[in-house]
Nanobody, 122 residues
Framework: QVQLVESGGGLVQAGDSLSLSCVAS????????VGWFRRAPGKERELVAY????????YYSDSVKGRFAILRDNAKNTVHLQMTSLKPEDTAVYYC???????????????WGQGTQVTVSS
């Protein structure tokens, strides 16, 4: 059993930075890989970043590569999504979720947080 809570979203201007946090309860957290997804209004949920259970392997979507970084600290049961050079098209609700294997498909992920809103103005 893992419970996830995202925080750190807000309203920023284009070019600004934000760091999102995903804090987990549950001792099994460090055994799961974690993905950050986002959902913009009217769009499908999209995987933007992924990190394996050790933190030794990561993935970024083409739309965020070079601008976002995913980090995890298993000692603190926390995963961060550091976002820089934000663009209006980054506006979405951002979710963290856990999985037992690499996947870009939301249905593969078993535990989800409630989401945090990121809004980027031009």
């Amino acid at each position: 059993q893992v419970q996830l809570v995202e925080s750190g979203g807000g309203l920023v201007q284009a070019g600004d930075s934000l760091s999102l946090s995903c804090v987990a309860s549950g001792r099994a957290f460090s055994t799961y890989a974690v993905g950050w997804f986002r959902r913009a209004p009217g769009k499908e949920r999209e995987l933007v970043a992924y990190i394996n259970f050790k933190g030794s392997s990561t993935y970024y979507s083409d739309s965020v590569k070079g601008r976002f970084a995913i980090l995890r600290d298993n000692a603190k049961n926390t995963v961060h999504l550091q976002m820089t050079s934000l663009k209006p098209e980054d506006t979405a609700v951002y979710y963290c979720a856990t999985t037992t294997r690499w996947s870009t498909t939301p249905n593969t992920y078993n535990y989800w947080g409630q989401g945090t809103q990121v809004t980027v103005s031009s």
